[in-house]
DNA sequence: AGTGAAAAGTTTAGCCG
DNA sequence: CGGCTAAACTTTTCACT
């Protein structure tokens, strides 16, 4: 099993999650290894859980979801069963493609994605607003991503030395 | 080039965006097809931008960036070359994996993915508030993540004409 | 842990209905 | 547009260092 990372993990790491498509023949070249190692090395950080899955990335506007709203809700009561059952009843919604509990005073922000003003209206209207124990919802719609990565910040251990 | 996508195109772009490793042949089992015509709309959906990018999802936890912080921020001057330059300095943080440009009163709402508190101070201190321009800012931390789907709602043609 | 070569599996291309 | 077969490429496994 795998006790902790060492920079070929990383680097194949961060290859992969910028680009899952990447040939361990490619990484190979890129790491000065040959496939084998590069390929038990991968296959080791799947079964650890270090990578969790490998996905496409669609175009929201080609597939008509251009709508991207971040909602924020208030609930009216806190209790545990309260909020379970909101975010239980949430997370199956297809329009909700994240439900993050939050510090503060908002309790869940939400990233809907959806085809327009009219089918979100909707989506409020039939869906949400049906849930019990809602307080207030704030809608707040996408003007412009400047940034949508998947890709977390990783930092190689020579990297991580040199700030000490 | 594609005019508009048929029920298989769909089918094979939300097996895709929900597994980028299954293999055409699952794939053209699934449809009821061979591998040639599953292989040949694939790349076809690649080339029209359908499908943007493959990439490897990475369990935050294991890597060391366990906090997640939305991070709200209105800025003073809203001319379009103070936007931009907010949007282009905050984009190139690495720390930064989300940069929308929100409708409402918050102008920006950043996604944050940091190892911990302490180190969130260090880039709220060093970096963000650093910048000119800035208004005001609110962070909210991620407490559980309820969804975290990369995946699209999508639909099938018959399902739509069922709507109608 | 890594190398090199062989085996198994996957994707792509050509040809035909 | 899809099926079939062959070629190219990729990943995995094995013996050896």
Redesign the interface.
């Known amino acids: 099993m795998i006790t902790e990372?060492d920079d070929i993990d990383i680097r194949i790491?961060d290859l992969?999650?910028?680009?899952?498509?990447t040939t361990t023949k490619e990484m190979a070249d890129k790491l000065g290894l040959t496939v084998t190692p590069v390929s038990v090395r991968i296959r080791k950080l799947e079964e650890?859980?270090?990578?969790?899955?490998?996905?496409?990335?669609?175009?929201?506007d080609?597939?008509e979801?251009s709508l991207?709203a971040?909602t924020s809700i208030q609930l009216r009561e806190h209790s545990q069963d309260a909020l379970r059952s909101f975010?239980k009843a949430?997370?199956k919604m297809?329009?909700?493609?994240?439900?993050?509990?939050?510090?503060?005073r908002?309790d869940?922000?939400l990233k809907i994605?959806i085809r327009d003003m009219n089918e979100y209206n909707n989506f409020l209207m039939d869906k949400l607003a049906k849930l019990a124990n809602i307080g207030s919802v704030?809608s707040?719609?996408?003007?412009?991503?400047?940034?949508?990565?998947?890709?977390?910040?990783?930092t190689l251990n020579i990297q991580k030395e040199k700030g000490k």
């Open positions: 990372l790491l992969l999650q910028h680009d899952a498509r650890a859980g270090y990578i969790k899955r490998y996905v496409a990335i669609l175009d929201k080609k597939i979801k991207i971040f975010e949430v997370t297809r329009e909700v493609m994240e439900c993050h509990r939050l510090t503060g908002t869940f922000l994605a704030q707040h719609f996408v003007l412009s991503e400047g940034k949508a990565e998947t890709a977390y910040p990783l």
